[in-house]
Structure formats: C-alpha cells, structure tokens
C-alpha cells in the first residue's frame, strides 16, 4: 500500500490536486481520506463553546483515529471514518464514511504534515503552496457557500486562528515535502508528476522504498 499526503493551507488547493491524481489513476485504484472529517468532537460543549475552538490548530484533529484508520487499511482490514458538521461544529451521530483498503491512500488536509507520527505513516508527502491572496478568496467563497458563514465570521476567524496558525504550522511543515506542487490545480505539471510517481507503484513491483528521512 502506497500512502500518499497532501498538505497546504486554507484554500490552497489540496482537494483538488488529489481528485486530478484520483481522477486519472481511476477511483477505484485509490482510497481518499479528508483529515477534515477528523476534527475532534466536544459534544457536551454548547454550540457557543464550540465555535470558539481553534479549529486551525494542529491538536484540533483527531489524529489518533486517523493513525489508526490507516493502521486498518494496510492491515486489509474496511475502516470507518467520522463525518463532520462544519455548520454546527460536531460530528455525526450516525453517519460515517467507509473506507477500503486499496493499493493507493490519498490524504489531504491542513496538518498533514504537521504530526510526527502521521508523517511516519506517509510514503510520499506534498505540500501544495498557494499565494496567500488566492487562499483566502476561495476560503471566503467556500465558508460562504458551503458552511453558512457570514464575511464579519471569516474576517474574525482568519486573523484570529487561521493566519497565526498557518504561519506558525502549516508553512513550516512544508520542510518535510518530498514535492511541491505551486498554485495547486492549477499546475498541470506538478500534479501529472504525482501521477506518474504513483501510476510506477501500481504498474511496478507493489513495493515503495520510504523516501529520505524527515529533514
């Protein structure tokens, strides 16, 4: 199993690099995991408490769950994602998200490259670098339209939690990148190189040397 993490900031385009690389090896090859869905619950906080979480944080995410998860799938083993409610801040009760095992794991997320032991589990890392201008218009576009959020809320939170983080964690971990793909969907040529690299697992010898230790 050859398990790959995609990292950046807010809006920098980490979704999509990993659908264009899903979309050409063909779904059914690859596993996709968003560590959006596991951000930790807080179920006897009220609503109120829970939006002042700083959910850009590192230690916002149940990165335990995920090792785990991930543990299940090279294991062979069907593992069960959370679902996450970003328009009340919890999880879902009753849903989850199903993963299979599968040849190819795709992860993507703010903090992938910022947990020690996640990196540990990650075969190749890439962290997509997007200006800061264009991040934060798509974060604006996508709070508005897909969370709910008012501009006054993503004004508030974005120098509250998201700049400082970025700054504090999510840039520096771009250390650990073994590629990095500028303007993320955008680069055609960043992202068909992540192709190849992986379509040479699947067509080789199903064996993947680790590439050079964390630097």
């Known amino acids: 199993m050859l398990i790959i993490g995609i990292a950046g900031g807010t809006g920098s385009g980490k979704t999509t690099v990993a659908c264009s690389v899903i979309e050409r090896l063909g779904?059914?090859?690859v596993t996709f995991i968003s560590q959006d869905n596991y951000y930790k619950d807080y179920p006897a906080l009220s609503l109120k408490e829970r939006e002042a979480i700083n959910y850009d944080h590192p230690l916002a995410?149940?990165?335990e769950l995920l090792i785990e998860n991930l543990i299940q799938l090279k294991s062979g083993r069907t593992a069960h994602a959370p679902v996450y409610d970003f328009t009340v801040h919890a999880r879902s009760a009753v849903e989850t998200v199903e993963l299979?095992?599968?040849?190819?794991v795709i992860i993507e997320g703010l903090h992938v490259l910022s947990?020690?032991?996640?990196?540990?589990?990650?075969?190749?890392k890439v962290f997509v670098d997007t200006d800061p201008d264009?991040?934060?218009?798509r974060r604006v576009l996508r709070d508005i339209e897909d969370r709910g959020r008012t501009i006054q809320s993503i004004h508030d939170q974005y120098l509250r939690t998201v700049k400082p983080m970025h700054e504090a964690f999510i840039e520096p971990?771009?250390?650990?990148?073994?590629?990095?793909?500028?303007?993320g969907?955008?680069?055609?040529?960043?992202i068909q190189l992540l192709t190849v690299l992986t379509e040479k697992y699947l067509t080789g010898s199903r064996t993947w040397a680790k590439p050079m230790a964390d630097r």
């Open 27 to 29: 779904s059914g090859k």
């Open 115 to 124: 947990d020690e032991k996640l990196r540990e589990m990650l075969d190749i």
């Open 61 to 63: 995410f149940d990165n």
């Open 173 to 183: 971990s771009k250390k650990y990148a073994d590629i990095i793909i500028p303007e």
């Open 100 to 104: 299979e095992p599968n040849n190819i």
């Open 185 to 190: 969907g955008e680069n055609e040529v960043g």
């Open 134 to 137: 264009v991040r934060i218009l």
